[in-house]
Protein backbone atom coordinates (compact mmCIF):
# COMPACT_ATOMS: atom_id res chain seq x y z
CA UNK A 1 0.00 0.00 0.00
CA UNK A 2 1.34 3.03 -1.11
CA UNK A 3 0.55 6.86 0.62
CA UNK A 4 -0.39 9.56 -1.70
CA UNK A 5 2.13 12.69 -2.26
CA UNK A 6 0.43 15.15 -0.42
CA UNK A 7 2.70 17.84 -1.60
CA UNK A 8 1.98 17.29 -5.35
CA UNK A 9 -1.34 20.23 -5.37
CA UNK A 10 0.61 21.93 -3.09
CA UNK A 11 3.98 22.28 -5.18
CA UNK A 12 2.19 22.59 -8.31
CA UNK A 13 0.26 26.08 -6.65
CA UNK A 14 3.91 27.06 -6.23
CA UNK A 15 5.14 26.55 -9.39
CA UNK A 16 1.80 28.40 -10.83
CA UNK A 17 2.79 31.76 -8.86
CA UNK A 18 6.24 31.37 -9.60
CA UNK A 19 5.66 30.90 -13.25
CA UNK A 20 3.08 33.92 -13.45
CA UNK A 21 5.82 36.23 -11.38
CA UNK A 22 8.41 35.27 -14.58
CA UNK A 23 5.51 36.94 -16.86
CA UNK A 24 6.07 40.40 -15.30
CA UNK A 25 3.67 42.56 -17.20
CA UNK A 26 2.78 39.72 -19.69
CA UNK A 27 3.68 38.84 -23.07
CA UNK A 28 2.36 41.83 -25.27
CA UNK A 29 3.97 44.56 -22.42
CA UNK A 30 7.27 42.88 -22.28
CA UNK A 31 7.78 42.17 -26.20
CA UNK A 32 6.60 46.16 -26.33
CA UNK A 33 9.38 46.81 -23.71
CA UNK A 34 11.76 44.95 -25.67
CA UNK A 35 10.58 46.88 -29.31
CA UNK A 36 12.34 49.77 -27.70
CA UNK A 37 15.83 48.42 -27.66
CA UNK A 38 15.74 47.93 -23.73
CA UNK A 39 16.17 44.63 -21.70
CA UNK A 40 12.93 43.69 -19.46
CA UNK A 41 14.12 44.00 -15.61
CA UNK A 42 14.53 40.10 -15.56
CA UNK A 43 17.17 40.50 -18.55
CA UNK A 44 19.12 43.29 -17.23
CA UNK A 45 19.84 41.23 -13.91
CA UNK A 46 20.83 38.47 -15.99
CA UNK A 47 23.30 40.73 -17.58
CA UNK A 48 25.15 42.51 -14.53
CA UNK A 49 25.56 39.52 -12.71
CA UNK A 50 27.71 36.31 -13.11
CA UNK A 51 26.13 33.96 -14.80
CA UNK A 52 23.71 31.59 -12.80
CA UNK A 53 24.00 33.36 -9.66
CA UNK A 54 20.71 35.06 -9.39
CA UNK A 55 18.97 34.30 -6.01
CA UNK A 56 15.23 36.22 -5.61
CA UNK A 57 13.40 36.94 -2.78
CA UNK A 58 10.00 38.70 -2.64
CA UNK A 59 8.72 36.67 -5.55
CA UNK A 60 5.07 36.57 -4.41
CA UNK A 61 4.84 40.20 -3.18
CA UNK A 62 2.15 41.80 -5.40
CA UNK A 63 0.14 38.51 -5.69
CA UNK A 64 -1.69 37.75 -8.77
CA UNK A 65 -2.34 41.61 -9.23
CA UNK A 66 0.98 42.56 -9.87
CA UNK A 67 4.02 40.48 -10.64
CA UNK A 68 6.86 40.94 -7.80
CA UNK A 69 4.94 44.22 -7.08
CA UNK A 70 7.05 45.60 -9.89
CA UNK A 71 10.31 45.33 -8.68
CA UNK A 72 12.84 42.15 -9.32
CA UNK A 73 15.21 41.65 -6.15
CA UNK A 74 17.59 39.53 -5.12
CA UNK A 75 21.28 39.07 -4.73
CA UNK A 76 23.92 37.29 -6.73
CA UNK A 77 27.58 37.73 -7.69
CA UNK A 78 29.56 40.43 -10.06
CA UNK A 79 32.93 39.38 -10.61
CA UNK A 80 32.84 36.76 -7.55
CA UNK A 81 31.87 39.20 -5.60
CA UNK A 82 28.32 39.11 -3.42
CA UNK A 83 26.21 42.02 -4.37
CA UNK A 84 22.21 42.98 -3.86
CA UNK A 85 20.62 44.20 -6.83
CA UNK A 86 16.64 45.83 -7.40
CA UNK A 87 15.50 45.64 -10.43
CA UNK A 88 12.00 47.96 -11.57
CA UNK A 89 9.71 46.48 -13.68
CA UNK A 90 8.27 48.91 -15.79
CA UNK A 91 6.18 46.18 -17.53
CA UNK A 92 4.37 45.66 -14.45
CA UNK A 93 1.61 48.49 -13.41
CA UNK A 94 4.66 51.27 -14.66
CA UNK A 95 7.41 50.19 -12.34
CA UNK A 96 5.64 52.03 -9.33
CA UNK A 97 6.12 51.38 -5.73
CA UNK A 98 3.61 50.02 -3.42
CA UNK A 99 3.89 49.42 0.38
CA UNK A 100 5.18 45.40 -0.49
CA UNK A 101 7.76 47.02 -3.11
CA UNK A 102 8.62 49.10 -0.50
CA UNK A 103 9.76 46.91 1.85
CA UNK A 104 11.46 45.15 -0.43
CA UNK A 105 13.68 47.79 -1.41
CA UNK A 106 14.42 48.54 2.15
CA UNK A 107 15.04 44.61 2.39
CA UNK A 108 18.00 45.07 0.12
CA UNK A 109 19.40 48.02 1.31
CA UNK A 110 19.15 45.88 5.13
CA UNK A 111 20.61 43.24 3.88
CA UNK A 112 23.73 45.29 1.84
CA UNK A 113 24.50 46.66 5.08
CA UNK A 114 24.16 43.80 7.39
CA UNK A 115 25.80 41.25 4.90
CA UNK A 116 28.39 44.06 4.05
CA UNK A 117 27.95 43.69 0.07
CA UNK A 118 26.99 46.37 -2.82
CA UNK A 119 24.10 47.42 -3.44
CA UNK A 120 23.07 47.85 -7.39
CA UNK A 121 19.23 49.44 -8.09
CA UNK A 122 18.39 49.63 -11.75
CA UNK A 123 15.83 52.36 -12.17
CA UNK A 124 12.84 52.62 -14.59
CA UNK A 125 9.87 53.59 -12.61
CA UNK A 126 7.44 56.18 -12.10
CA UNK A 127 7.62 56.40 -8.04
CA UNK A 128 4.74 55.38 -5.34
CA UNK A 129 1.98 54.28 -7.31
CA UNK A 130 -1.32 56.23 -6.10
CA UNK A 131 -3.15 53.96 -3.58
CA UNK A 132 -2.40 56.12 -0.23
CA UNK A 133 -1.31 53.14 1.11
CA UNK A 134 2.08 54.24 1.75
CA UNK A 135 1.53 56.92 3.85
CA UNK A 136 2.08 56.36 7.56
CA UNK A 137 4.62 54.32 9.07
CA UNK A 138 5.44 51.73 6.79
CA UNK A 139 9.21 50.71 5.98
CA UNK A 140 10.69 53.42 4.28
CA UNK A 141 13.48 52.62 1.86
CA UNK A 142 15.24 55.54 1.67
CA UNK A 143 16.09 55.29 5.46
CA UNK A 144 17.98 52.20 4.55
CA UNK A 145 19.64 52.75 1.77
CA UNK A 146 20.70 55.98 3.27
CA UNK A 147 22.26 54.14 5.88
CA UNK A 148 24.36 51.92 3.29
CA UNK A 149 26.21 55.30 2.57
CA UNK A 150 29.84 55.04 3.29
CA UNK A 151 29.42 51.58 4.62
CA UNK A 152 28.99 49.56 1.04
CA UNK A 153 29.19 50.74 -2.25
CA UNK A 154 25.98 52.01 -3.79
CA UNK A 155 25.78 52.17 -7.46
CA UNK A 156 22.03 53.22 -9.72
CA UNK A 157 21.32 52.66 -12.82
CA UNK A 158 18.76 54.72 -15.11
CA UNK A 159 17.72 52.65 -17.83
CA UNK A 160 14.20 54.49 -18.73
CA UNK A 161 11.92 57.24 -16.86
CA UNK A 162 12.50 57.74 -13.47
CA UNK A 163 10.19 59.74 -11.09
CA UNK A 164 9.47 60.55 -7.78
CA UNK A 165 10.47 58.60 -5.06
CA UNK A 166 11.84 56.04 -6.63
CA UNK A 167 14.47 58.48 -9.03
CA UNK A 168 16.24 59.93 -5.51
CA UNK A 169 18.20 56.66 -4.64
CA UNK A 170 20.35 58.09 -7.74
CA UNK A 171 21.58 61.41 -5.97
CA UNK A 172 21.90 59.27 -2.53
CA UNK A 173 23.99 56.50 -4.42
CA UNK A 174 28.02 56.60 -5.04
CA UNK A 175 27.48 56.54 -8.57
CA UNK A 176 24.63 56.55 -11.13
CA UNK A 177 24.54 56.16 -14.89
CA UNK A 178 21.86 56.26 -17.48
CA UNK A 179 21.53 55.16 -20.84
CA UNK A 180 20.47 57.12 -23.51
CA UNK A 181 17.21 56.18 -23.20
CA UNK A 182 16.94 57.04 -19.45
CA UNK A 183 15.45 60.10 -18.13
CA UNK A 184 14.66 61.23 -14.24
CA UNK A 185 13.18 63.51 -12.82
CA UNK A 186 11.21 65.05 -9.66
CA UNK A 187 7.77 64.41 -11.31
CA UNK A 188 7.09 63.49 -15.06
CA UNK A 189 5.89 65.68 -17.60
CA UNK A 190 1.89 65.10 -16.95
CA UNK A 191 2.55 66.44 -13.51
CA UNK A 192 4.61 69.22 -14.53
CA UNK A 193 2.17 70.42 -16.97
CA UNK A 194 -0.83 70.31 -14.24
CA UNK A 195 1.18 71.78 -11.41
CA UNK A 196 3.27 74.82 -13.18
CA UNK A 197 1.55 74.77 -17.03
CA UNK A 198 4.52 73.93 -18.33
CA UNK A 199 4.33 71.55 -21.83
CA UNK A 200 7.63 69.54 -21.75
CA UNK A 201 8.68 66.17 -23.14
CA UNK A 202 10.50 63.43 -20.63
CA UNK A 203 13.91 63.94 -22.55
CA UNK A 204 13.62 67.94 -21.73
CA UNK A 205 12.56 67.48 -18.60
CA UNK A 206 15.07 64.83 -17.21
CA UNK A 207 17.40 63.39 -20.72
CA UNK A 208 20.98 62.63 -20.16
CA UNK A 209 21.73 66.07 -21.72
CA UNK A 210 20.10 67.42 -18.32
CA UNK A 211 20.89 65.06 -15.67
CA UNK A 212 24.67 64.73 -16.63
CA UNK A 213 25.07 68.81 -16.44
CA UNK A 214 23.07 68.95 -13.31
CA UNK A 215 25.06 66.14 -11.57
CA UNK A 216 21.92 64.08 -10.61
CA UNK A 217 23.96 61.59 -13.24
CA UNK A 218 27.30 61.09 -13.29
CA UNK A 219 27.89 58.44 -16.39
CA UNK A 220 26.09 57.58 -18.95
CA UNK A 221 26.31 54.81 -21.97
CA UNK A 222 24.19 54.32 -25.28
CA UNK A 223 22.18 51.38 -24.13
CA UNK A 224 21.08 49.17 -21.41
CA UNK A 225 23.79 46.17 -22.25
CA UNK A 226 26.34 48.96 -21.90
CA UNK A 227 25.08 50.57 -18.61
CA UNK A 228 25.04 47.30 -17.07
CA UNK A 229 28.89 46.59 -18.00
CA UNK A 230 29.89 49.52 -16.98
CA UNK A 231 28.27 48.74 -13.67
CA UNK A 232 30.66 45.73 -13.44
CA UNK A 233 33.83 47.73 -14.27
CA UNK A 234 33.12 50.70 -11.90
CA UNK A 235 32.48 47.70 -8.96
CA UNK A 236 35.88 45.68 -9.71
CA UNK A 237 37.73 48.55 -8.11
CA UNK A 238 36.01 49.06 -4.97
CA UNK A 239 36.24 46.14 -1.58
CA UNK A 240 32.96 44.79 -1.27
CA UNK A 241 32.21 47.42 1.77
CA UNK A 242 33.95 49.47 3.94
CA UNK A 243 35.32 47.00 6.36
CA UNK A 244 37.57 45.10 3.29
CA UNK A 245 40.25 47.07 1.83
CA UNK A 246 40.19 47.13 -2.13
CA UNK A 247 41.48 44.08 -4.49
CA UNK A 248 44.85 43.52 -5.60
CA UNK A 249 45.64 42.31 -9.09
CA UNK A 250 47.85 39.70 -10.00
CA UNK A 251 51.57 40.99 -11.01
CA UNK A 252 51.86 41.27 -14.63
CA UNK A 253 53.71 42.57 -17.36
CA UNK A 254 51.60 46.12 -17.11
CA UNK A 255 51.93 46.06 -12.82
CA UNK A 256 55.75 46.26 -12.37
CA UNK A 257 58.25 49.35 -12.62
CA UNK A 258 58.85 51.06 -15.53
CA UNK A 259 60.16 54.48 -16.90
CA UNK A 260 58.07 56.69 -18.26
CA UNK A 261 60.53 59.19 -21.07
CA UNK A 262 56.40 59.55 -22.98
CA UNK A 263 55.54 62.37 -20.01
CA UNK A 264 58.88 64.67 -22.05
CA UNK A 265 57.18 64.66 -24.90
CA UNK A 266 53.08 64.64 -22.99
CA UNK A 267 54.19 67.61 -20.83
CA UNK A 268 55.36 70.82 -22.02
CA UNK A 269 58.21 72.54 -19.93
CA UNK A 270 55.98 75.87 -21.59
CA UNK A 271 52.95 76.37 -18.56
CA UNK A 272 51.51 78.38 -21.70
CA UNK A 273 51.30 75.70 -23.66
CA UNK A 274 48.29 72.99 -23.63
CA UNK A 275 48.72 69.30 -23.60
CA UNK A 276 46.27 66.46 -22.73
CA UNK A 277 45.94 64.88 -18.41
CA UNK A 278 44.45 61.71 -19.96
CA UNK A 279 47.59 61.41 -21.93
CA UNK A 280 49.37 60.89 -18.46
CA UNK A 281 47.29 58.85 -17.02
CA UNK A 282 47.29 56.49 -19.82
CA UNK A 283 51.10 56.64 -19.29
CA UNK A 284 51.61 56.41 -15.55
CA UNK A 285 49.27 53.81 -15.05
CA UNK A 286 48.65 50.09 -15.43
CA UNK A 287 46.88 50.47 -18.57
CA UNK A 288 44.55 52.79 -20.67
CA UNK A 289 41.33 51.23 -19.41
CA UNK A 290 40.77 53.18 -16.33
CA UNK A 291 37.34 54.59 -15.82
CA UNK A 292 36.77 57.80 -15.70
CA UNK A 293 33.39 59.17 -13.24
CA UNK A 294 31.34 61.99 -14.22
CA UNK A 295 33.69 63.20 -18.18
CA UNK A 296 31.32 65.56 -19.34
CA UNK A 297 31.02 67.72 -15.66
CA UNK A 298 33.55 69.95 -14.20
CA UNK A 299 35.87 69.29 -17.53
CA UNK A 300 39.06 71.23 -15.71
CA UNK A 301 39.39 68.35 -13.18
CA UNK A 302 39.34 64.56 -13.85
CA UNK A 303 38.56 61.89 -11.29
CA UNK A 304 39.52 58.28 -12.55
CA UNK A 305 39.35 54.71 -11.35
CA UNK A 306 42.67 53.36 -12.01
CA UNK A 307 45.37 50.61 -10.69
CA UNK A 308 48.74 51.32 -9.99
CA UNK A 309 51.20 48.17 -9.60
CA UNK A 310 47.79 45.72 -9.30
CA UNK A 311 46.18 48.32 -6.90
CA UNK A 312 42.97 50.16 -7.52
CA UNK A 313 43.85 53.97 -7.04
CA UNK A 314 41.31 57.21 -7.17
CA UNK A 315 42.93 59.74 -9.31
CA UNK A 316 42.42 63.33 -9.36
CA UNK A 317 44.16 65.41 -11.85
CA UNK A 318 44.22 68.99 -13.70
CA UNK A 319 42.95 69.18 -17.14
CA UNK A 320 45.17 71.97 -18.63
CA UNK A 321 43.27 71.56 -21.50
CA UNK A 322 40.15 73.47 -20.19
CA UNK A 323 40.78 76.94 -18.87
CA UNK A 324 44.56 76.02 -18.34
CA UNK A 325 42.86 73.63 -15.24
CA UNK A 326 41.60 76.23 -13.34
CA UNK A 327 39.53 75.00 -11.27
CA UNK A 328 35.40 76.09 -10.91
CA UNK A 329 32.76 75.20 -8.49
CA UNK A 330 32.09 72.20 -10.82
CA UNK A 331 34.45 70.41 -11.09
CA UNK A 332 35.73 71.28 -7.11
CA UNK A 333 31.90 69.35 -6.54
CA UNK A 334 32.39 66.63 -8.65
CA UNK A 335 36.51 66.47 -7.12
CA UNK A 336 34.83 66.86 -3.46
CA UNK A 337 32.35 63.75 -3.65
CA UNK A 338 34.96 61.30 -5.65
CA UNK A 339 37.72 61.83 -2.77
CA UNK A 340 34.94 61.22 -0.45
CA UNK A 341 33.74 58.20 -1.87
CA UNK A 342 37.46 57.32 -2.59
CA UNK A 343 38.05 58.07 0.91
CA UNK A 344 35.05 55.62 2.50
CA UNK A 345 36.60 52.74 0.31
CA UNK A 346 40.15 53.03 1.36
CA UNK A 347 41.30 53.90 -2.15
CA UNK A 348 44.39 55.57 -2.49
CA UNK A 349 44.11 58.69 -4.14
CA UNK A 350 46.75 60.29 -6.29
CA UNK A 351 46.84 64.27 -6.97
CA UNK A 352 48.39 64.99 -10.58
CA UNK A 353 48.49 68.95 -10.07
CA UNK A 354 48.44 71.45 -12.67
CA UNK A 355 46.61 74.51 -12.39
CA UNK A 356 47.22 78.37 -12.24
CA UNK A 357 44.30 78.21 -8.89
CA UNK A 358 40.60 78.54 -8.72
CA UNK A 359 39.30 80.39 -11.90
CA UNK A 360 38.54 84.17 -10.83
CA UNK A 361 36.00 86.14 -12.27
CA UNK A 362 32.55 87.74 -11.52
CA UNK A 363 30.98 84.46 -13.08
CA UNK A 364 32.66 82.39 -11.38
CA UNK A 365 32.27 84.30 -7.83
CA UNK A 366 28.63 84.16 -8.50
CA UNK A 367 28.46 80.26 -8.81
CA UNK A 368 30.16 79.96 -5.31
CA UNK A 369 34.00 78.92 -6.19
CA UNK A 370 35.32 79.66 -2.93
CA UNK A 371 32.30 77.49 -1.09
CA UNK A 372 33.32 74.41 -3.59
CA UNK A 373 36.80 75.25 -3.22
CA UNK A 374 36.43 74.84 0.47
CA UNK A 375 33.96 71.66 0.24
CA UNK A 376 36.85 70.09 -1.69
CA UNK A 377 39.34 71.25 0.70
CA UNK A 378 38.04 69.85 3.38
CA UNK A 379 37.08 66.53 1.46
CA UNK A 380 41.06 66.29 0.98
CA UNK A 381 42.34 67.01 4.50
CA UNK A 382 39.99 64.83 5.70
CA UNK A 383 40.55 62.24 3.46
CA UNK A 384 41.90 59.33 6.00
CA UNK A 385 43.39 56.99 3.08
CA UNK A 386 46.87 57.01 1.65
CA UNK A 387 47.75 60.20 -0.45
CA UNK A 388 50.25 60.62 -3.06
CA UNK A 389 50.87 64.02 -4.45
CA UNK A 390 53.02 65.20 -8.21
CA UNK A 391 52.95 69.05 -9.06
CA UNK A 392 53.94 68.81 -13.16
CA UNK A 393 54.14 71.95 -13.64
CA UNK A 394 52.20 74.49 -11.65
CA UNK A 395 50.12 74.90 -8.94
CA UNK A 396 49.00 77.99 -7.31
CA UNK A 397 47.13 79.57 -3.83
CA UNK A 398 44.31 77.82 -3.27
CA UNK A 399 44.44 75.98 -6.45
CA UNK A 400 47.59 74.17 -5.17
CA UNK A 401 46.07 73.20 -1.33
CA UNK A 402 42.51 71.80 -3.09
CA UNK A 403 44.81 69.69 -4.60
CA UNK A 404 46.95 67.94 -1.57
CA UNK A 405 49.86 70.31 -1.75
CA UNK A 406 50.47 71.13 1.26
CA UNK A 407 53.85 70.18 3.75
CA UNK A 408 52.97 67.27 6.06
CA UNK A 409 49.25 66.95 5.53
CA UNK A 410 49.48 62.83 6.08
CA UNK A 411 51.02 62.27 2.71
CA UNK A 412 52.69 59.00 1.69
CA UNK A 413 55.12 61.13 -0.74
CA UNK A 414 54.60 64.66 -2.23
CA UNK A 415 56.86 65.18 -5.42
CA UNK A 416 57.40 67.87 -8.29
CA UNK A 417 58.90 68.59 -11.75
CA UNK A 418 62.04 70.61 -11.81
CA UNK A 419 61.10 74.40 -12.43
CA UNK A 420 57.27 73.47 -11.51
CA UNK A 421 56.21 76.88 -10.14
CA UNK A 422 53.92 77.45 -7.09
CA UNK A 423 53.00 80.36 -4.61
CA UNK A 424 50.20 82.67 -4.00
CA UNK A 425 50.01 83.24 -7.53
CA UNK A 426 51.83 83.68 -11.12
CA UNK A 427 54.31 85.91 -11.82
CA UNK A 428 52.21 87.83 -14.27
CA UNK A 429 49.24 87.82 -12.36
CA UNK A 430 51.64 89.20 -9.61
CA UNK A 431 53.38 92.01 -11.66
CA UNK A 432 49.97 93.44 -12.84
CA UNK A 433 48.39 93.59 -9.39
CA UNK A 434 51.42 95.28 -7.92
CA UNK A 435 52.31 97.56 -11.13
CA UNK A 436 55.76 96.06 -11.01
CA UNK A 437 58.18 98.20 -13.03
CA UNK A 438 59.69 95.54 -16.01
CA UNK A 439 63.01 94.74 -13.80
CA UNK A 440 61.06 93.63 -11.03
CA UNK A 441 58.56 91.92 -13.16
CA UNK A 442 61.74 89.86 -14.51
CA UNK A 443 62.90 89.44 -11.14
CA UNK A 444 59.41 87.92 -10.39
CA UNK A 445 59.54 85.31 -13.02
CA UNK A 446 62.96 84.45 -12.50
CA UNK A 447 61.91 83.59 -8.35
CA UNK A 448 58.63 81.95 -9.79
CA UNK A 449 61.16 79.34 -11.83
CA UNK A 450 63.18 78.41 -8.94
CA UNK A 451 60.30 78.19 -6.73
CA UNK A 452 60.35 74.20 -6.91
CA UNK A 453 63.77 73.98 -5.71
CA UNK A 454 63.31 76.78 -2.80
CA UNK A 455 60.51 74.89 -2.16
CA UNK A 456 62.46 71.71 -1.66
CA UNK A 457 65.33 72.85 0.06
CA UNK A 458 62.50 73.49 3.35
CA UNK A 459 60.84 70.24 2.51
CA UNK A 460 57.98 71.45 0.35
CA UNK A 461 57.79 68.14 -0.95
CA UNK A 462 59.33 65.36 -0.61
CA UNK A 463 61.75 64.97 -3.52
CA UNK A 464 62.28 67.03 -7.03
CA UNK A 465 61.75 64.13 -9.70
CA UNK A 466 62.43 63.64 -13.67
CA UNK A 467 59.15 62.95 -15.73
CA UNK A 468 60.98 59.23 -16.33
CA UNK A 469 60.64 59.06 -13.15
CA UNK A 470 57.08 59.54 -12.31
CA UNK A 471 55.23 55.89 -12.21
CA UNK A 472 58.30 54.44 -10.26
CA UNK A 473 58.22 57.09 -7.21
CA UNK A 474 54.15 56.78 -7.50
CA UNK A 475 54.40 53.23 -7.44
CA UNK A 476 57.55 52.71 -4.76
CA UNK A 477 55.54 54.94 -2.32
CA UNK A 478 52.06 53.53 -2.68
CA UNK A 479 53.54 50.16 -2.10
CA UNK A 480 55.01 50.98 0.67
CA UNK A 481 52.17 53.35 2.05
CA UNK A 482 49.96 50.10 1.78
CA UNK A 483 52.23 48.79 4.80
CA UNK A 484 50.32 51.02 7.19
CA UNK A 485 47.10 48.72 6.53
CA UNK A 486 48.01 46.54 9.78
CA UNK A 487 44.75 46.83 11.01
CA UNK A 488 41.17 45.70 9.60
CA UNK A 489 39.50 47.80 7.27
CA UNK A 490 36.48 50.07 9.51
CA UNK A 491 34.26 52.33 7.78
CA UNK A 492 35.69 56.16 8.13
CA UNK A 493 33.70 58.19 10.80
CA UNK A 494 33.80 61.69 9.78
CA UNK A 495 34.24 64.91 12.06
CA UNK A 496 34.05 67.61 9.31
CA UNK A 497 31.09 69.59 8.57
CA UNK A 498 31.49 69.96 4.63
CA UNK A 499 30.99 73.20 3.05
Known amino acids: MTTANTWDETLDDLGRRRARVLEMGGPDRVAKHRGKGKLDARARIERLLDPGTFQEFGTLVGGDIAAADAIVTGSGLINGVPVMVGAEDFTTLAGSIAPGSNSKRYRLAELAVRDKVPLVMLLEGAGFRPTGDHYGRTPTDLLAQAQCSGKVPMVTAVLGPSAGHGALVAPVADFSIMSRQGCIFTAGPPVVKVSTGEDISKEDLGGPDVALPSGVVHNVAETDEDVLDEIRRYLSYFPPSAWSYPPVYLADETTGPRATPELLDIVSR ?49 QP ?11 ADKAAHFIMVADSFHLPIIFLADNPGMLPGSESEREGVLRSGARMFVAQTAATTLKLHVTLRKAYGFGSMVMSLIGFDGQAGTFAYPGATMGAMGAAALSNASNAEADLAAELREMELKASYHSAEHMGFDELIRPEETRDVLLRSLQR ?7 PAQPVQRTVIIP
Do not use: K
Not at 290 to 297: C, K, L, S
Not at 321 to 331: K, R, Y
Open 321 to 331: QVLAGSIDTEA
Open 270 to 318: DNVQSYDMRAVLDVVFDGTDWFEVQPERGTPIICALAHLGGHPVAVVAN
Open 481 to 487: GLYGRQT
